[in-house]
């Protein structure tokens, strides 16, 4: 059973900083970042190829996110820098055992999903 745990949520003010983690049990994965916010569509955030290579982001966080890995502890972050309160939202991380592509923004070609954890933002 594959689990993923993510942490590093919470509160804090616009323009400040955050670093989620994601946990990930079992083998390498390529993985993504989601969020969704209240009443709205989960969305692609960021992802990242097995081997740390290779990274996709959502234009709104290009320059102020990054995605990073460690493969030797079976976790990926999620660094998030000037922070808009429009980034509020649970970020969820994901798992995919596809082979790396541009599929990678799409959240239906992951397999394994986390519970979430909440961002919130103030203005």
């Known amino acids: 059973q594959v689990q993923l745990v993510e942490s590093g949520g919470g509160l804090v003010q616009a323009g400040g900083s955050l670093r989620l983690s994601c946990a990930v049990s079992?083998?390498?994965?390529?993985m993504g970042w989601f969020c969704q916010a209240p009443g709205k569509e989960r969305e692609f955030v960021a992802a990242?190829?097995?081997?740390?290579?290779?990274?996709y982001y959502r234009d709104s966080v290009k320059g102020r996110f990054t995605i990073s890995r460690d493969n030797a502890r079976n976790t990926v972050f999620l660094q998030m820098n000037s922070l808009k309160p429009e980034d509020t939202a649970v970020y969820y991380c994901?798992?995919?055992?596809?082979?790396?592509?541009?599929?990678?923004?799409?959240?239906?070609?992951?397999?394994?999903w986390g519970r979430g954890t909440q961002v919130f933002v103030s203005s």
């Open positions: 994901a798992a995919s055992i596809r082979p790396w592509g541009t599929w990678a923004t799409s959240r239906s070609m992951y397999n394994y």
């Open positions: 079992g083998r390498t994965y390529n």
């Open positions: 990242i190829s097995s081997n740390g290579g290779s990274t």
